[in-house]
């Protein structure tokens, strides 16, 4: 065990997170995962229940006098999301992360940490290991591929489940309870490439040095998307030289804003110097346009020597550049009835055009009606190119309740340990209880969790002293709640 992460508070918690970190978690990399906490529940001599796709559920029964109080449900995801920098060589599907301290926070070494959201599993871990903390039953629940649509939470029996109290342990921000979250849908784009013979000069165009983040909880910081830029600084090349498109890409996550764009293009000789003032001038132009966290934006370009290769057609670079420079990105539409609660948005998470043109969206809305419209003006962009679509996962909002008794518990208790009553607040991201809402409207949920910043990018880090406040007083809750 990492000696600097073995003398953390609290230990038990912090010792599954140093394991847990060195069992590849991607989305759809979640066998072992799976498998070490269900083996975990099982040397505990606990009931342990894992389904077909990995989901897992242990039960603890109620501490002695507590056989009669209503049971509660924990539940947090095992799979994180999975980014590198760009000069890292980790593999996700086989190594462990490198964890370093930097003050008061957890971070990884070159790649996103899975706070978001290992902290989940850590808890419930050390939770059920604890046979002195006083509790009622517990439902520990741990879901696989979240963050790829939530398609545990959606295969998952919810019905089996006992519990009336659902606490969601994958938010970011202590001194909140969240109490709603968007729903959301991701739509697939794709055509075929038609590709012709073409000589010139290959030109490698890279946009980096952009924040990125997560795609609902800051949508509305105005973070620039590099795939989206990347298309209109390429159409306006397209519309003043001669270029062929050779590939574009950028980001690789639906619900991470990307922070990296790069485009191959084939140039005409007598035109590299004037490309190359071009894109000088141009990233001059964009770090005027971008906002503080975007300022250390780096857009270069590379001329290598003149080669015979495979282009994208004409045809087909006008159809991406008219889907990259039409499409609907960032905030649609903020909410009327909550102050500064972005309602419906849409980001462009995967662009990969080499083969073939494919592009994954995200699109987010607290009102179904809008996910749906939002959705079919990308779907008709798609289908005015001649191109095909695919839905990829649709999972619905979490309605907040005007009255809610385990809302109210743990509100006082909250404002009793600390002395100030925590927001209750309603979200952009999107939270695997919309799925258990759906299925069972006895449940009375809510979601907290401790501080994390920049979730889904390289520079994720975890709250050390707000992991251990959060653990403390989610001790409490399960004994106070009856």
Known sequence: MNELIKELEPKRVFYYFD???????????????????ASVGRSLNLNVYTDEIGNVIIKKEASKGRENDTGVILQGHMDMVCEKTLNSNHDFNNDGLKLFIDGDFLGAKNTTLGGDDGVAVCYMLALLEDDSISHPTLECVFTVDEEVGMLGAKALDVNALSGKYLINLDSEEDGTIWAGCAGGITIRSTFDLKK?????IKADIILSGLAG????????KEHMNASIIMGRICNDMFNIWPCRLVSLSG???????????????LINPDDIDEINDF???YEIVLKEEACLDDSNLSLTIDFDTQVICDVISEEDTKNIFFFLNLLPNG???MSSDVKGLVETSNNLGILDISEKFLAEVSVRSSIATKKIMLANKII???ESIGGNIEILGDYPAWEFKKESKLRDIMVDIYDKMYGKKPEVVVIHAGLECGYFASVRDDLDIVSIGPNMRDI?????RLSISSTKKLYEYLIEVLARIS
């Open 19 to 37: 394991k847990i970190s060195e069992i590849p978690r991607g989305s759809y990399n979640t066998q072992r995962i799976s498998e070490y906490i």
């Open 456 to 460: 889904h990018t390289t520079n994720e």
């Open 213 to 220: 983040g997560h795609s609902g909880s800051e949508i509305d």
């Open 279 to 281: 894109i000088k001038e």
């Open 380 to 382: 008709m962009l798609t």
């Open 331 to 333: 905030v649609f539409s």
């Open 251 to 265: 980001g690789n996550k639906d619900n991470a804003i990307p922070l990296f764009a790069k485009c191959t293009m």
């Open 196 to 200: 012709v013979s073409s000589e010139g």
